[in-house]
Nanobody
Framework: QVQLVESGGGLVQPGVSLRLSCAAS????????MGWFRQAPGKEREFVAA????????YYADSVKGRFTISRDNAKNTVYLQMDSLKPEDTAVYYCVAAPGLVGRLPQNAAGYKYWGQGTQVTVFS
């Protein structure tokens, strides 16, 4: 069982940065692929970014590529999402996800991740 707790969301203006954190419980973090999804009001949940357990492989949605960076600190059992140059269309609830033991291609679909956090709200307003 893995529990995920997100933090770092907030209300910001366009162009600024935020860093989301996700603290994971359990002893398997070092072998767990991690990722982020988001869901905006009235829209379907969408993939944002993913990171392999080793940290060697990352994948980003086209809409955030070049602006967002996913990273992990295995010593702290924490994954981060650095979000730069935020836009109003980035407004959403952001969910941390985990796929223990995953090897190979990083999933971009929700079904590829077994564990989900409760989400943290990010609002970008003009």
């Amino acid at each position: 069982q893995v529990q995920l707790v997100e933090s770092g969301g907030g209300l910001v203006q366009p162009g600024v940065s935020l860093r989301l954190s996700c603290a994971a419980s359990g002893r398997t973090f070092r072998t767990t692929a991690m990722g982020w999804f988001r869901q905006a009001p009235g829209k379907e949940r969408e993939f944002v970014a993913a990171l392999s357990w080793s940290g060697d492989s990352t994948y980003y949605a086209d809409s955030v590529k070049g602006r967002f960076t996913i990273s992990r600190d295995n010593a702290k059992n924490t994954v981060y999402l650095q979000m730069d140059s935020l836009k109003p269309e980035d407004t959403a609830v952001y969910y941390c996800v985990a796929a223990p033991g995953l090897v190979g291609r990083l999933p971009q679909n929700a079904a590829g991740y077994k564990y989900w956090g409760q989400g943290t709200q990010v609002t970008v307003f003009s």
